[in-house]
T-cell receptor
């Protein structure tokens, strides 16, 4: 079965500091990968998605970037965090190994920027 | 643009039945998904509809009408653990990201 790992689980960072969140997938190959952010009490906002190594599509222009150095690794980064970057960051995967080709989610990283 | 509408909040009584509606206006349609998200956790997949009609899975059922751009999630024999947000999402085309609604927060009360 497919599994998504995200770390860290929680993070508290000062404004202006850098960020690196990592997502790795097990049990499948050539997945589509996604980064979402969810602010407190709000819906999911798609940030980036990737259909293959080195291929990144950005949905929302902001101070975040993403990279996919390996087939099953997806990294979300920032050079300087803003207060508005606080939220719950979810990595998701879509693979034909699933019955309905549905997206499934990792456990998330809760980021607080102070 | 793509638009998905769901009620923001609903309250229902333990043991009762609740129906959560979702309407969508999208440039294409290749399936509709429902997810459950408990507070502080990641969403988990509940159901999938691509053809018109009802899909039943235990206490949960999901209905789709493509001509009306409408779906609902039906939860029967409500339990306290069903208190969560329920997200409706549409796949517009084969390889594109799902478009998510803002979610419906369901509170189950005794």
């Amino acid at each position: 079965s497919q599994t998504i790992h995200q770390w860290p689980a929680t993070l508290v960072q000062p404004v202006g500091s850098p960020l690196s969140l990592e997502c790795t997938v097990e049990g499948t190959s050539n997945p589509n990968l996604y980064w979402y952010r969810q602010a407190a009490g709000r819906g999911l906002q798609l940030l980036f998605y990737s259909v293959g190594i080195g291929q990144i599509s950005s949905e929302v222009p902001q101070n975040l970037s993403a990279s996919r150095p390996q087939d099953r690794q997806f990294i979300l980064s920032s050079k300087k965090l803003l207060l508005s970057d606080s939220g719950f960051y979810l990595c998701a995967c879509q693979t034909r190994d699933r019955a309905y080709n549905e997206q499934f989610f990792g456990p998330g990283t809760r980021l607080t920027v102070l | 643009g793509q638009n998905i509408d769901q009620p923001t909040e609903m309250t229902a009584t333990e043991g009762a039945i609740v129906q959560i509606n979702c309407t969508y206006q999208t440039s294409g349609f290749n399936g509709l998904f429902w997810y459950q998200q408990h507070a502080g956790e990641a969403p988990t997949f509940l159901s999938y509809n691509v053809l018109d009609g009802l899909e039943e899975k235990g206490r949960f059922s999901s209905f789709l009408s493509r001509s009306k751009g409408y779906s609902y999630l039906l939860l029967k024999e409500l339990q306290m653990k069903d208190s969560a947000s329920y997200l409706c999402a549409v796949r517009v085309s084969g390889n594109t990201p799902l478009v998510f609604g803002k979610g419906t927060r369901l509170s189950v009360i005794a």
